[in-house]
């Protein structure tokens, strides 16, 4: 497989993802040749990695800061943002400087998130350290910040000017964690690319080693699937009549609930392969799909050993919890839900009766 492949983000503001291995002499090249200071945003799981990219910008001629943030969800707070944006304001960051985000999803939405908002915006590339960063989170500009009520209830539309995917870092990510990113891979499969899919089925062993091509190949294919619908919609409005990025949210309805309720201790991952689940189950019990692709999506998830079911009991707090979805419109709940194989559409309004007829299918 080629060492290096460059996957074009076709917004207003042109990017490339660069996948590949042994990549830092790329970072050099996406930097902004005026941003003196480079803030370099890591969780402190990553302070090694962090710390060598700083001294390497420093060894370039600019002034690098490392900010050390808490590792996974609990670095997408208001209080970390706030941290950084100290640090920012000590350093005397200017219009012209930049951030580098590195880590996992987490990371680089919070990383994203103080770029987005220091000075109303300065520019920075994404560096991602996981599967589920790399083929999802760092792509697109979706950044955001958690508060007590919910998930990414906080956050802006900011592009990164570049993302390097550096599937060296992988190396050491539990396999956990590479379930969790794939979750995302298998969610681009279903609403876009059933490649991705077939890919899974014939070897899920294969797909879990971060060292095989196929991983390489799924990660590309589902990066292709994020970086074409954020070039057709990136602000998420939808507005040419078709479903737009709301596709990318598949399982996301339920999944978000799912992980506030666990507080966060579920993989972001996990959650959404259960929330696949029940939005299958939904689009079956709505006469959209059959049982059959239903149980593709249960046998597909399951075979990289992802959950398909939720306990029981739980219901009305999930419910509570999925009233402050984004794709909500006042009262209503709209779900991204599939009308056949990657033709993804919205079911505004469910009848609350179906609604708890489909959980009901995934929490016997
Ligand atoms: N902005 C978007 O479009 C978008 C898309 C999907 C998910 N997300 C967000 O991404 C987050 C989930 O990201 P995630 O799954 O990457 O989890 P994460 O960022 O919480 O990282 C998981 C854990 O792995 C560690 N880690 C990261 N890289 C590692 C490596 N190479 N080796 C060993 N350990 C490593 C992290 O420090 C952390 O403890 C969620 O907050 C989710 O909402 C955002
Ligand atoms: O990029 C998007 O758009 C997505 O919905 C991708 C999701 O995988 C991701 O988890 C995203 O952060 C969810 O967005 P939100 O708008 O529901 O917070
Ligand atoms: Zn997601």
Not at 69 to 82: H, Y
Not at 211 to 230: F, P, T
Not at 303 to 329: F, H, I
Not at 342 to 354: Q, S, V
Request: hydrophobic share 45%; with cysteine; proline share 5%.
């Amino acid at each position: 497989m080629a060492e290096h492949t460059r996957i074009h983000v076709a917004t207003d503001a042109p990017y490339d993802v660069v996948v590949g291995t042994g990549l830092s002499n790329e970072l050099p090249g996406l930097l902004p040749a005026d941003a003196e200071r480079v803030a370099v945003i890591h969780p402190a799981s990553m302070r090694g990695l962090g710390e060598a990219i700083r001294a390497s910008l420093t060894a370039a001629g600019r002034e690098g800061h490392a900010i050390e943030i808490p590792d996974g969800e609990s670095a997408k707070t208001s209080d970390v943002a706030a941290f950084c944006w100290s640090v920012l304001g000590r350093a005397g960051f200017t219009r012209s400087d930049a951030i580098v985000g590195v880590g996992g999803g987490a990371a680089t939405d919070l990383a994203g998130f103080v770029a987005a908002t220091w000075l109303r915006g300065v520019r920075h590339v994404l560096i991602p350290t996981t599967v589920l960063g790399m083929v999802d989170a760092a792509v697109g500009g979706k950044t955001a910040i958690d508060t007590p009520e919910g998930k990414n209830l906080v956050g802006a539309f900011h592009e990164p000017v570049g993302v390097l995917c550096d599937l060296t870092l992988l190396s050491t990510l539990p396999v956990n964690e590479v379930r969790s990113g794939l979750a995302e891979v298998v969610k681009c499969g279903f609403i876009a690319d059933p490649v991705i899919l077939e890919r899974v089925e014939a070897d899920p062993a294969v797909v879990l080693d971060v060292r095989s091509d196929v991983l390489r190949e799924v990660v590309e294919r589902g990066i292709e699937v994020k970086a074409r619908v954020v070039a057709g919609d990136l602000t998420e409005t939808g507005a040419d009549g078709t479903v737009g990025r709301e596709a990318l949210n598949y399982g996301h309805t339920l999944g978000h609930a799912i992980e506030r309720y666990e507080k966060y201790t579920l993989r972001h991952g996990a959650a959404v392969a259960i929330g696949m689940v029940y939005a299958a189950e939904l689009a079956r019990l709505d006469g959209r799909i059959d049982a059959e692709l239903v149980q593709r999506h249960r046998d597909v998830l399951g075979s990289v050993g992802l959950p398909t079911g939720y306990r029981p009991g739980v219901w009305d707090e999930l419910l509570a919890g999925m009233r402050l979805d984004k794709k909500s419109r006042g009262s209503q709940l709209r779900f991204v839900v599939l009308d056949a194989l990657a033709e993804p559409g919205i079911f505004p309004g469910p009848d609350p009766a179906l609604l708890t007829a489909a959980y009901a299918e995934i929490s016997r």
